[in-house]
């Protein structure tokens, strides 16, 4: 069974348990994985009997060449803060961008797009060919960004990536160690960006505490007030372009008006205006 700690904690343990019963009982059950987070090895060991690990590096060790950074920012600035990154600095040239979930990773990609940042998305809901589309592009440097979910990018396997950037923190700390691996391969060094909001505190809490050194913070007060003029420019256009769009629909509303109706005054029942007498 290929990445066990996907499988077993992303609600395919009842799958795992069927297929399980098809199996003679007298079997050899081998369990791969690049994490293996407390709650998946209980379910790992209510499988298999008498197990034995073998682990290449231990779970909580990160590369040495990969540099980590932390840029503490709010929620509703990442995607703003995201692309003044992309465009301020130059060495990151080829960045693997991580995200929870899938509707994130289109959102993400979209926005980046927008701003002329040549971006794609990998998750569970894109088609295989998407996927390979999406991935040949990567690795050809045609894109510079892969917006990825962490099953989307199991497999992925690039020596060139020279940024992974967190856009949200895993809420499983082993998660983390395996996405900054994707960094500093073949002899070469690397850096990982985490975009941390208030929420997220407690997962880098939790990450610290199992690589057992703190990450560093960088100063990201320029960053995040380009990425402020960069929200406002946006929704500036976005009036702009509603602008024409609410007097075409005022236009369209107004051809549609009674001859000699007045704006604003309601139409006068049939047969005339009707007297009320009080009796």
């Not at 994130?104 to 390979?132: F, M, P, W």
């Not at 107004?254 to 029942?269: C, K, L, S």
């Amino acid at each position: 069974l290929d990445e066990a700690d996907r499988m077993l904690d992303m609600g395919f343990i009842h799958d795992v348990r069927r297929v399980i019963t098809h199996l003679p009982k007298e079997r050899q059950t081998l369990f791969f994985s690049a994490t293996m987070p407390p709650e998946a090895k209980k379910l790992a060991d209510a499988i298999l009997r008498n197990p034995a690990t073998v682990a290449v590096a231990p779970v909580s060790s990160t590369q040495e060449r990969v540099e980590q950074r932390i840029l503490f920012v709010d929620r509703g600035d990442k995607r703003p803060a995201l692309a003044a990154l992309l465009e301020s600095d130059a060495s990151i040239t080829r960045a693997l961008v991580f995200t929870q979930m899938k509707h994130t990773a289109n959102r993400v990609s979209e926005y980046l797009d927008k701003r002329g940042i040549d971006a794609d998305a990998i998750h569970g809901n894109k088609s295989q060919n998407a996927r390979q589309r999406a991935m040949a592009r990567f690795k050809a440097g045609q894109s510079r960004v892969l917006v990825a979910t962490d099953i989307a990018a199991r497999g992925i396997d690039i020596d060139e990536v020279s940024h992974v950037i967190n856009y949200e923190l895993p809420n499983v700390p082993e998660t983390y160690v395996h996405r900054i691996g994707r960094t500093a391969r073949a002899g070469k060094s690397g850096i990982a960006i985490s975009l941390c909001d208030a929420a997220e505190r407690q997962y880098l809490r939790d990450i610290e505490r199992l690589i057992r050194q703190r990450i560093p913070t960088v100063d990201a007060t320029t960053l995040i007030e380009k990425a402020r003029s960069m929200h406002a420019t946006d929704a500036k256009t976005i009036h702009q372009q509603a602008q024409p769009r609410a007097s075409q629909a005022r236009e369209a509303a107004g051809e549609g008006r009674t001859p000699g109706r007045a704006r604003g005054r309601a139409p006068e029942p049939r047969g005339g205006r009707r007297r009320w007498r009080r009796s």
